[in-house]
Structure formats: C-alpha cells, structure tokens
C-alpha cells in the first residue's frame, strides 16, 4: 500500500490518498507532535527510549509544513517552516498514526481526488 497523492487541504491538513482509493487526513500539528525522528521521539537504546524533552518555546512556524519530499518508495520527509525536516514518515508509520488519530472508531473520510 502506497499513496497516490499527497496533499495539504484547508491549510493546516494533510491528505493522503492511497492506491486502494481509501484516504487518511491528519492535522499538522498532529504529525508534527508525532514527528519519528530522534531529535522528537527519542531513541532506543538497550531497550529503554530516552525522549528529549518538549520544546518550551513553540513558534506557530512549527506546525507549517514548507516542503515534502518522497523518499523512494516508502516514506515521505516532511520540512517543516521552522527549519525542522528530519522526520521521515514511512507509509507504515503512517498508518500506525491513523489508528491512533482515529482512535478506534472506523472513522471513514470521503476520497479526495
Ligand atoms: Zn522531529
């Protein structure tokens, strides 16, 4: 499973559709608080996870996204408008944030084309 398309809608959303024309919707500031890169969810070392600690100072410049770029075929990177772009969200961990953003509920969106 792979997405198709990629895009941002009302501004503050992303829009995934994938290839069996079903779609996932996330808020920025959704996949940004839930960005998989070290330097935000921390490492794994010898199985404990050391998470660094929230940022105290939070620019609404952070949950803007300036670019995304698709890495081969499995994960896109996502520059955020605050300079952060190590956050590379493979279409797996995608879809593990989909259970979590729709929380059990089988919330089903429209597909956008
Ligand atoms: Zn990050």
Same mark, same amino acid.
């Given at each position: 499973?792979?997405?198709?398309?990629?895009?941002?809608?009302?501004?503050?959303?992303?829009?995934?559709?994938?290839?069996?024309?079903?779609?996932?919707?996330?808020?920025?500031?959704?996949?940004? &608080?839930?960005?998989?890169?070290?330097?935000?969810?921390? !490492?794994? *070392?010898?199985?404990?996870?050391?998470?660094?600690?929230?940022? /105290?100072?939070?620019?609404?410049?952070?949950?803007?996204?300036?670019?995304?770029?698709?890495?081969?075929?499995?994960?896109?990177?996502?520059?955020?408008? &605050?300079?952060?772009?190590?956050?590379?969200?493979?279409? !797996?961990? *995608?879809?593990?944030?989909?259970?979590?953003?729709?929380?059990? /509920?089988?919330?089903?969106?429209?597909?956008?084309?």
């Amino acid at each position: 499973m792979r997405p198709k398309q990629i895009k941002i809608v009302d501004k503050d959303k992303l829009s995934l559709t994938w290839n069996d024309e079903t779609s996932t919707i996330f808020s920025l500031k959704y996949l940004r &608080d839930e960005c998989p890169c070290a330097g935000c969810k921390g !490492e794994t *070392i010898l199985f404990k996870t050391f998470r660094p600690p929230k940022p /105290t100072m939070l620019s609404p410049e952070m949950y803007k996204i300036k670019s995304i770029d698709v890495v081969g075929e499995y994960a896109i990177q996502i520059a955020w408008k &605050d300079g952060h772009n190590t956050g590379i969200y493979s279409w !797996e961990y *995608i879809k593990t944030l989909e259970a979590g953003v729709n929380n059990n /509920t089988q919330q089903k969106y429209d597909t956008l084309i």
